[in-house]
Protein backbone atom coordinates (compact mmCIF):
# COMPACT_ATOMS: atom_id res chain seq x y z
CA UNK A 1 0.00 0.00 0.00
CA UNK A 2 1.37 3.31 -0.91
CA UNK A 3 2.26 6.39 1.53
CA UNK A 4 -0.20 9.61 0.21
CA UNK A 5 2.34 11.40 -0.03
CA UNK A 6 3.97 8.52 -2.47
CA UNK A 7 0.73 8.10 -4.63
CA UNK A 8 0.30 12.17 -4.88
CA UNK A 9 3.99 12.11 -6.92
CA UNK A 10 2.86 9.27 -8.76
CA UNK A 11 0.04 10.88 -9.74
CA UNK A 12 1.36 14.05 -10.62
CA UNK A 13 4.45 12.64 -12.70
CA UNK A 14 1.46 10.55 -14.67
CA UNK A 15 -0.02 13.81 -15.98
CA UNK A 16 1.53 15.62 -18.49
CA UNK A 17 0.04 19.24 -18.63
CA UNK A 18 -1.60 20.96 -21.64
CA UNK A 19 0.19 22.62 -24.01
CA UNK A 20 -0.03 25.88 -24.28
CA UNK A 21 -0.07 25.96 -28.62
CA UNK A 22 -2.75 23.10 -28.57
CA UNK A 23 -5.09 22.87 -25.30
CA UNK A 24 -6.13 26.88 -25.78
CA UNK A 25 -9.09 28.19 -27.02
CA UNK A 26 -10.24 31.61 -27.65
CA UNK A 27 -12.72 33.97 -25.13
CA UNK A 28 -14.00 36.80 -24.72
CA UNK A 29 -12.44 39.43 -21.67
CA UNK A 30 -16.69 39.16 -20.03
CA UNK A 31 -16.07 34.74 -19.86
CA UNK A 32 -12.90 34.57 -19.06
CA UNK A 33 -13.29 34.93 -15.24
CA UNK A 34 -11.51 32.12 -13.29
CA UNK A 35 -9.91 30.75 -16.23
CA UNK A 36 -6.12 30.27 -16.82
CA UNK A 37 -4.39 32.24 -18.89
CA UNK A 38 -2.27 30.60 -22.48
CA UNK A 39 -0.54 33.38 -23.71
CA UNK A 40 1.90 36.21 -22.70
CA UNK A 41 -0.36 39.56 -22.42
CA UNK A 42 2.15 42.24 -23.88
CA UNK A 43 1.02 45.86 -23.20
CA UNK A 44 0.79 47.79 -26.57
CA UNK A 45 0.57 50.85 -24.65
CA UNK A 46 2.45 53.01 -21.95
CA UNK A 47 0.62 53.26 -19.24
CA UNK A 48 -0.22 55.88 -18.38
CA UNK A 49 -0.16 57.22 -21.64
CA UNK A 50 0.61 60.34 -20.67
CA UNK A 51 1.97 62.82 -17.86
CA UNK A 52 -1.36 63.41 -15.67
CA UNK A 53 -2.67 64.65 -12.62
CA UNK A 54 -3.70 62.71 -9.47
CA UNK A 55 -5.28 65.78 -7.85
CA UNK A 56 -7.42 67.94 -8.50
CA UNK A 57 -5.43 71.12 -8.21
CA UNK A 58 -3.67 73.22 -10.72
CA UNK A 59 -0.55 72.55 -13.04
CA UNK A 60 2.53 74.59 -13.22
CA UNK A 61 6.14 75.04 -13.12
CA UNK A 62 7.67 74.13 -10.21
CA UNK A 63 10.23 77.21 -10.57
CA UNK A 64 7.46 79.82 -10.11
CA UNK A 65 5.62 77.84 -6.63
CA UNK A 66 9.09 76.38 -5.08
CA UNK A 67 9.26 79.16 -2.60
CA UNK A 68 5.85 80.41 -1.68
CA UNK A 69 4.33 79.90 1.29
CA UNK A 70 0.75 81.10 3.56
CA UNK A 71 2.53 85.01 3.23
CA UNK A 72 3.78 85.40 0.88
CA UNK A 73 1.71 83.32 -2.12
CA UNK A 74 2.68 83.13 -5.52
CA UNK A 75 -0.13 84.49 -7.54
CA UNK A 76 -0.49 82.78 -11.41
CA UNK A 77 -2.75 83.06 -14.61
CA UNK A 78 -4.97 80.55 -15.50
CA UNK A 79 -5.07 79.98 -18.66
CA UNK A 80 -7.33 76.83 -19.54
CA UNK A 81 -9.06 74.36 -17.56
CA UNK A 82 -8.18 70.75 -18.31
CA UNK A 83 -10.67 67.86 -17.40
CA UNK A 84 -10.13 64.58 -17.35
CA UNK A 85 -10.34 63.22 -21.24
CA UNK A 86 -9.39 66.84 -22.21
CA UNK A 87 -6.64 67.39 -25.05
CA UNK A 88 -4.49 70.67 -23.37
CA UNK A 89 -4.08 73.33 -25.84
CA UNK A 90 -2.11 75.58 -24.13
CA UNK A 91 1.28 75.61 -23.49
CA UNK A 92 2.33 76.70 -19.10
CA UNK A 93 4.69 79.86 -19.50
CA UNK A 94 6.47 81.60 -16.90
CA UNK A 95 3.32 82.67 -14.21
CA UNK A 96 0.92 80.73 -15.58
CA UNK A 97 -1.10 78.10 -14.16
CA UNK A 98 -3.80 75.47 -15.53
CA UNK A 99 -6.91 74.24 -13.58
CA UNK A 100 -6.14 70.80 -14.24
CA UNK A 101 -8.60 67.52 -12.88
CA UNK A 102 -7.72 64.31 -11.97
CA UNK A 103 -6.57 62.00 -13.99
CA UNK A 104 -6.16 64.98 -17.15
CA UNK A 105 -2.81 65.04 -18.88
CA UNK A 106 -0.29 67.83 -18.02
CA UNK A 107 -0.20 70.70 -20.55
CA UNK A 108 3.25 71.33 -22.03
CA UNK A 109 5.91 73.27 -19.84
CA UNK A 110 4.16 71.99 -16.67
CA UNK A 111 5.92 70.17 -14.42
CA UNK A 112 4.08 69.95 -10.91
CA UNK A 113 0.78 69.97 -9.76
CA UNK A 114 -1.02 71.94 -6.50
CA UNK A 115 -3.37 70.75 -5.02
CA UNK A 116 -6.65 72.61 -4.91
CA UNK A 117 -6.41 72.77 -1.04
CA UNK A 118 -3.42 74.91 -1.03
CA UNK A 119 -4.71 77.06 -3.21
CA UNK A 120 -7.54 79.73 -3.20
CA UNK A 121 -9.22 81.14 -6.24
CA UNK A 122 -10.08 84.73 -7.42
CA UNK A 123 -11.36 84.85 -10.98
CA UNK A 124 -8.55 83.50 -13.52
CA UNK A 125 -5.77 84.09 -10.55
CA UNK A 126 -4.65 81.36 -8.32
CA UNK A 127 -3.33 81.95 -4.69
CA UNK A 128 -0.39 79.00 -4.19
CA UNK A 129 -0.38 79.31 -0.30
CA UNK A 130 1.49 76.41 0.08
CA UNK A 131 5.26 75.42 -1.96
CA UNK A 132 4.40 71.40 -3.12
CA UNK A 133 7.91 69.45 -4.01
CA UNK A 134 9.05 69.38 -7.49
CA UNK A 135 6.99 66.84 -9.87
CA UNK A 136 4.13 66.31 -7.04
CA UNK A 137 1.24 64.93 -8.06
CA UNK A 138 2.12 64.28 -11.43
CA UNK A 139 1.84 60.43 -12.73
CA UNK A 140 4.50 59.81 -15.53
CA UNK A 141 3.54 58.54 -18.45
CA UNK A 142 5.13 55.15 -18.67
CA UNK A 143 5.69 54.86 -14.89
CA UNK A 144 3.35 52.33 -14.36
CA UNK A 145 4.71 49.88 -17.14
CA UNK A 146 6.11 50.80 -20.69
CA UNK A 147 4.46 49.34 -24.23
CA UNK A 148 6.14 45.99 -25.18
CA UNK A 149 6.22 45.11 -21.56
CA UNK A 150 4.52 41.45 -20.06
CA UNK A 151 1.54 42.23 -17.99
CA UNK A 152 0.59 38.83 -17.57
CA UNK A 153 2.06 35.27 -18.37
CA UNK A 154 0.30 31.56 -18.70
CA UNK A 155 -0.57 29.61 -15.84
CA UNK A 156 -2.08 32.83 -14.34
CA UNK A 157 -5.52 32.28 -12.74
CA UNK A 158 -7.97 35.44 -14.34
CA UNK A 159 -9.68 37.05 -10.81
CA UNK A 160 -10.94 40.24 -11.25
CA UNK A 161 -7.56 41.88 -10.78
CA UNK A 162 -6.43 40.34 -14.22
CA UNK A 163 -9.38 41.04 -15.52
CA UNK A 164 -8.77 44.70 -15.31
CA UNK A 165 -5.19 45.11 -16.45
CA UNK A 166 -6.90 43.07 -19.63
CA UNK A 167 -9.33 45.59 -20.44
CA UNK A 168 -7.00 48.05 -19.46
CA UNK A 169 -4.42 47.01 -21.70
CA UNK A 170 -7.19 46.96 -24.77
CA UNK A 171 -6.79 42.75 -24.60
CA UNK A 172 -11.09 41.82 -25.12
CA UNK A 173 -9.73 38.45 -26.92
CA UNK A 174 -7.37 36.14 -25.09
CA UNK A 175 -6.21 32.91 -25.53
CA UNK A 176 -6.57 30.44 -21.85
CA UNK A 177 -6.28 26.62 -21.38
CA UNK A 178 -9.18 24.92 -22.40
CA UNK A 179 -11.33 22.97 -19.68
CA UNK A 180 -10.61 19.55 -19.21
CA UNK A 181 -12.62 16.83 -20.52
CA UNK A 182 -13.34 14.63 -16.94
CA UNK A 183 -16.04 11.54 -17.46
CA UNK A 184 -17.70 10.33 -14.78
CA UNK A 185 -19.26 6.63 -14.24
CA UNK A 186 -21.04 4.97 -10.92
CA UNK A 187 -19.81 1.31 -11.22
CA UNK A 188 -22.47 -1.11 -9.15
CA UNK A 189 -25.93 -3.21 -8.96
CA UNK A 190 -27.60 -1.27 -6.10
CA UNK A 191 -27.49 1.92 -7.62
CA UNK A 192 -30.67 4.23 -9.03
CA UNK A 193 -30.76 6.92 -10.67
CA UNK A 194 -32.11 10.11 -8.94
CA UNK A 195 -35.60 9.82 -10.48
CA UNK A 196 -36.15 6.24 -10.16
CA UNK A 197 -38.05 4.81 -8.03
CA UNK A 198 -35.99 3.39 -4.65
CA UNK A 199 -36.43 -0.10 -4.60
CA UNK A 200 -35.56 -2.24 -1.26
CA UNK A 201 -32.03 -2.91 -1.46
CA UNK A 202 -30.95 0.03 -3.83
CA UNK A 203 -29.42 3.19 -3.48
CA UNK A 204 -29.29 6.42 -5.39
CA UNK A 205 -26.11 7.21 -7.20
CA UNK A 206 -25.05 10.51 -5.66
CA UNK A 207 -21.07 9.78 -6.83
CA UNK A 208 -22.21 10.97 -9.91
CA UNK A 209 -23.25 14.22 -9.05
CA UNK A 210 -20.98 15.07 -6.04
CA UNK A 211 -17.92 14.11 -8.65
CA UNK A 212 -19.82 16.54 -11.10
CA UNK A 213 -20.31 19.26 -8.85
CA UNK A 214 -15.96 18.65 -7.87
CA UNK A 215 -15.13 18.93 -11.42
CA UNK A 216 -16.87 21.77 -12.29
CA UNK A 217 -15.60 23.85 -8.99
CA UNK A 218 -12.06 22.90 -10.26
CA UNK A 219 -12.31 24.42 -13.71
CA UNK A 220 -13.61 20.74 -15.57
CA UNK A 221 -16.27 19.87 -18.13
CA UNK A 222 -17.50 17.02 -16.07
CA UNK A 223 -19.30 14.14 -18.99
CA UNK A 224 -21.44 12.16 -16.90
CA UNK A 225 -21.90 8.49 -18.36
CA UNK A 226 -24.18 6.63 -16.12
CA UNK A 227 -24.10 3.95 -13.94
CA UNK A 228 -23.04 0.68 -14.79
CA UNK A 229 -23.86 -2.54 -13.53
CA UNK A 230 -21.78 -4.77 -12.01
CA UNK A 231 -20.73 -6.92 -15.15
CA UNK A 232 -17.31 -7.30 -16.86
CA UNK A 233 -18.85 -7.00 -20.61
CA UNK A 234 -21.00 -3.75 -19.52
CA UNK A 235 -18.02 -2.21 -17.29
CA UNK A 236 -15.29 -2.77 -20.67
CA UNK A 237 -18.23 -0.80 -23.10
CA UNK A 238 -18.14 1.93 -20.57
CA UNK A 239 -14.49 2.42 -19.75
CA UNK A 240 -14.10 2.31 -23.61
CA UNK A 241 -16.66 4.84 -24.02
CA UNK A 242 -15.38 6.65 -21.00
CA UNK A 243 -11.56 6.83 -22.36
CA UNK A 244 -12.67 7.61 -25.90
CA UNK A 245 -12.91 11.37 -25.55
CA UNK A 246 -11.88 12.43 -22.08
CA UNK A 247 -8.37 13.47 -20.71
CA UNK A 248 -9.45 12.13 -17.07
CA UNK A 249 -11.58 9.51 -16.12
CA UNK A 250 -13.62 8.78 -12.47
CA UNK A 251 -15.14 5.76 -12.07
CA UNK A 252 -16.24 4.70 -8.52
CA UNK A 253 -17.47 1.89 -6.95
CA UNK A 254 -15.89 -1.65 -7.69
CA UNK A 255 -12.10 -1.50 -6.71
CA UNK A 256 -12.51 -3.05 -3.32
CA UNK A 257 -11.82 -6.93 -2.67
CA UNK A 258 -15.37 -7.92 -3.32
CA UNK A 259 -16.65 -10.78 -5.74
CA UNK A 260 -17.88 -7.98 -8.04
CA UNK A 261 -15.09 -5.25 -8.12
CA UNK A 262 -14.07 -5.90 -11.62
CA UNK A 263 -12.55 -2.53 -12.94
CA UNK A 264 -8.75 -3.46 -12.21
CA UNK A 265 -9.38 -6.71 -14.44
CA UNK A 266 -11.14 -4.53 -17.03
CA UNK A 267 -8.41 -1.91 -16.77
CA UNK A 268 -6.22 -4.39 -17.34
CA UNK A 269 -8.01 -6.01 -20.16
CA UNK A 270 -8.11 -3.18 -21.84
CA UNK A 271 -4.04 -2.49 -21.90
CA UNK A 272 -4.11 0.20 -19.37
CA UNK A 273 -1.19 0.37 -17.77
CA UNK A 274 -2.22 0.29 -13.84
CA UNK A 275 0.24 2.62 -11.36
CA UNK A 276 -1.87 2.36 -7.95
CA UNK A 277 -3.82 -0.34 -6.53
CA UNK A 278 -4.34 0.64 -3.01
CA UNK A 279 -3.18 3.96 -0.47
CA UNK A 280 -2.36 3.79 2.91
CA UNK A 281 -5.49 6.39 3.69
CA UNK A 282 -8.62 6.35 5.61
CA UNK A 283 -11.15 6.82 3.96
CA UNK A 284 -10.05 6.25 0.66
CA UNK A 285 -7.84 3.19 0.87
CA UNK A 286 -9.30 1.07 -2.46
CA UNK A 287 -7.80 3.50 -4.91
CA UNK A 288 -6.56 2.67 -8.78
CA UNK A 289 -4.60 4.44 -10.45
CA UNK A 290 -4.21 3.50 -14.73
CA UNK A 291 -3.41 5.26 -17.59
CA UNK A 292 -4.14 4.70 -21.13
CA UNK A 293 -1.07 5.16 -23.64
CA UNK A 294 -1.46 7.64 -26.52
CA UNK A 295 -1.80 4.38 -28.60
CA UNK A 296 -4.39 3.07 -27.34
CA UNK A 297 -6.81 5.70 -27.96
CA UNK A 298 -9.63 5.96 -30.62
CA UNK A 299 -8.94 8.24 -33.34
CA UNK A 300 -11.78 10.42 -31.43
CA UNK A 301 -9.84 11.35 -28.74
CA UNK A 302 -6.80 11.80 -31.29
CA UNK A 303 -9.19 14.46 -32.28
CA UNK A 304 -9.33 16.62 -29.12
CA UNK A 305 -6.33 18.95 -29.23
CA UNK A 306 -3.64 17.75 -27.68
CA UNK A 307 -5.04 14.49 -27.17
CA UNK A 308 -3.29 12.25 -29.41
CA UNK A 309 -0.61 12.55 -26.93
CA UNK A 310 -1.42 12.71 -23.74
CA UNK A 311 -2.56 9.76 -21.87
CA UNK A 312 -5.95 9.23 -20.39
CA UNK A 313 -5.31 9.32 -16.61
CA UNK A 314 -8.17 6.98 -15.02
CA UNK A 315 -8.98 7.37 -11.00
CA UNK A 316 -11.28 4.16 -9.94
CA UNK A 317 -12.55 5.67 -6.78
CA UNK A 318 -14.00 4.03 -4.04
CA UNK A 319 -17.85 3.71 -3.74
CA UNK A 320 -18.35 4.68 -0.48
CA UNK A 321 -19.65 8.55 -1.06
CA UNK A 322 -17.08 10.16 1.55
CA UNK A 323 -14.14 8.31 0.36
CA UNK A 324 -15.18 9.35 -3.41
CA UNK A 325 -15.04 12.54 -2.52
CA UNK A 326 -11.78 12.43 0.15
CA UNK A 327 -9.83 11.09 -3.26
CA UNK A 328 -11.23 13.69 -5.52
CA UNK A 329 -9.61 16.15 -3.04
CA UNK A 330 -6.60 14.65 -2.07
CA UNK A 331 -5.58 13.08 -5.64
CA UNK A 332 -7.62 13.92 -8.07
CA UNK A 333 -7.29 17.72 -7.45
CA UNK A 334 -3.75 17.86 -8.09
CA UNK A 335 -3.71 16.36 -11.16
CA UNK A 336 -6.53 18.53 -12.58
CA UNK A 337 -4.43 21.49 -11.38
CA UNK A 338 -1.25 20.34 -13.33
CA UNK A 339 -3.15 19.04 -16.28
CA UNK A 340 -5.45 22.35 -16.45
CA UNK A 341 -2.11 24.81 -17.46
CA UNK A 342 -1.83 25.75 -13.56
CA UNK A 343 2.08 26.29 -12.47
CA UNK A 344 3.63 24.05 -10.22
CA UNK A 345 3.43 26.16 -7.24
CA UNK A 346 -0.14 25.04 -6.62
CA UNK A 347 -0.49 21.54 -8.05
CA UNK A 348 -0.27 20.23 -4.88
CA UNK A 349 -3.12 19.96 -2.12
CA UNK A 350 -3.48 22.81 0.38
CA UNK A 351 -2.83 22.40 3.45
CA UNK A 352 -3.10 24.94 6.95
CA UNK A 353 -1.94 24.55 9.87
CA UNK A 354 -4.98 25.04 12.91
CA UNK A 355 -5.60 24.15 16.66
CA UNK A 356 -8.08 20.98 16.50
CA UNK A 357 -10.79 21.92 18.87
CA UNK A 358 -11.69 18.06 19.19
CA UNK A 359 -9.92 14.77 19.92
CA UNK A 360 -8.72 12.90 16.15
CA UNK A 361 -8.36 9.17 16.18
CA UNK A 362 -6.72 7.42 13.56
CA UNK A 363 -5.95 3.35 14.05
CA UNK A 364 -2.22 4.23 13.66
CA UNK A 365 -1.53 2.30 10.24
CA UNK A 366 -3.73 4.73 7.34
CA UNK A 367 -3.15 8.73 7.13
CA UNK A 368 -6.45 9.60 8.74
CA UNK A 369 -8.66 12.42 6.89
CA UNK A 370 -11.11 13.83 10.08
CA UNK A 371 -13.81 16.43 7.85
CA UNK A 372 -15.18 18.91 9.49
CA UNK A 373 -14.87 22.99 9.85
CA UNK A 374 -12.05 24.80 9.27
CA UNK A 375 -12.51 28.36 10.76
CA UNK A 376 -10.91 31.20 12.36
CA UNK A 377 -10.96 31.65 15.89
CA UNK A 378 -11.20 35.71 17.59
CA UNK A 379 -7.95 36.50 17.45
CA UNK A 380 -7.82 35.47 13.71
CA UNK A 381 -6.56 31.68 14.07
CA UNK A 382 -6.97 28.59 11.88
CA UNK A 383 -8.92 26.02 14.57
CA UNK A 384 -10.48 22.64 13.79
CA UNK A 385 -13.98 21.60 14.38
CA UNK A 386 -14.79 17.70 13.58
CA UNK A 387 -18.39 17.12 12.52
CA UNK A 388 -20.66 15.97 14.69
CA UNK A 389 -21.98 12.03 13.85
CA UNK A 390 -20.76 9.43 12.84
CA UNK A 391 -17.67 9.70 11.01
CA UNK A 392 -17.85 6.39 8.46
CA UNK A 393 -17.00 6.51 4.95
CA UNK A 394 -20.65 5.73 4.59
CA UNK A 395 -22.04 8.68 6.24
CA UNK A 396 -22.42 11.13 4.06
CA UNK A 397 -25.04 13.35 5.49
CA UNK A 398 -22.80 14.99 8.18
CA UNK A 399 -20.07 15.74 5.49
CA UNK A 400 -22.20 18.66 4.66
CA UNK A 401 -20.54 22.06 5.56
CA UNK A 402 -16.90 20.55 5.57
CA UNK A 403 -14.29 22.88 4.29
CA UNK A 404 -11.10 20.83 5.85
CA UNK A 405 -9.60 17.03 6.40
CA UNK A 406 -7.73 17.39 9.43
CA UNK A 407 -4.88 14.64 9.25
CA UNK A 408 -3.57 12.45 11.78
CA UNK A 409 -0.46 10.95 10.42
CA UNK A 410 0.85 7.14 10.17
CA UNK A 411 1.71 6.32 13.68
CA UNK A 412 -0.02 8.62 15.77
CA UNK A 413 -3.24 7.54 17.33
CA UNK A 414 -4.75 10.62 18.46
CA UNK A 415 -3.97 13.99 17.90
CA UNK A 416 -6.11 15.68 21.47
CA UNK A 417 -8.10 18.50 21.54
CA UNK A 418 -5.98 22.12 21.90
CA UNK A 419 -3.08 20.84 19.69
CA UNK A 420 -1.98 21.72 16.10
CA UNK A 421 -3.11 19.75 12.80
CA UNK A 422 -2.38 19.94 9.16
CA UNK A 423 -6.18 20.74 7.70
CA UNK A 424 -6.44 20.33 4.11
CA UNK A 425 -8.54 22.96 3.05
CA UNK A 426 -11.33 21.92 0.51
CA UNK A 427 -13.74 24.81 0.37
CA UNK A 428 -13.91 28.49 1.88
CA UNK A 429 -12.68 28.94 5.30
CA UNK A 430 -16.22 29.45 7.81
CA UNK A 431 -16.09 32.44 10.24
P1 LIG B 1 -17.97 -0.40 -3.58
O1 LIG B 1 -16.73 0.42 -3.54
O2 LIG B 1 -18.47 -0.65 -4.93
O3 LIG B 1 -17.75 -1.67 -2.78
O4 LIG B 1 -19.08 0.42 -2.81
C1 LIG B 1 -18.92 0.73 -1.46
C2 LIG B 1 -20.17 1.33 -0.90
O5 LIG B 1 -20.45 2.57 -1.51
C3 LIG B 1 -21.43 0.51 -1.05
O6 LIG B 1 -22.15 0.55 0.18
C4 LIG B 1 -22.19 1.19 -2.13
O7 LIG B 1 -23.55 1.02 -2.00
C5 LIG B 1 -21.79 2.64 -1.98
N1 LIG B 1 -21.79 3.26 -3.28
C6 LIG B 1 -21.17 2.76 -4.37
N2 LIG B 1 -21.36 3.56 -5.44
C7 LIG B 1 -22.15 4.58 -5.02
C8 LIG B 1 -22.69 5.72 -5.65
N3 LIG B 1 -22.47 5.95 -6.97
N4 LIG B 1 -23.44 6.55 -4.95
C9 LIG B 1 -23.65 6.32 -3.64
N5 LIG B 1 -23.16 5.27 -2.97
C10 LIG B 1 -22.41 4.39 -3.64
MG1 LIG C 1 -19.85 -1.85 -5.77
Not at 81 to 97: D, F, K, L
Not at 138 to 166: D, F, M, Q
Not at 238 to 256: C, E, H, K, R, Y
Not at 343 to 349: D, L, V, Y
Amino acid sequence: MLPVKEAQSVILDLVQPFYPELDTEVVDLLDATDRILAQTVISQLDFPHCDNSAMDGYAVLYTDVQACNNQDPTILDIIEEIPAGYQPQRSIQPGQASRILTGACLPMGADTVVMQEVTRREGNRVFILEAPSPQAFVRHRASYYKAGTALLNPGITLNPPEIAVLAAAGCNKLSVYRRPRVAILSTGDELVTITQPLQPGQIIDSNQYALAAFVRQRGGIPELLGIVPDEPDALKRAITQAISNSDIVLSTGGVSVGDYDYVDQILAELGSQIHIRAVAIKPGKPLTVATFPPSLLSPVTKGVPGGSQRPVLYFGLPGNPVSALVSCWRFVQPALSKLSGLPESQWGAMFVKARSRYDLRANGRLETYCWGQLRLDATGNYEFHLAGGTHNSGNLINLSQTNGLAVVPVGQTMISAGEFVQVLQVAPLKS
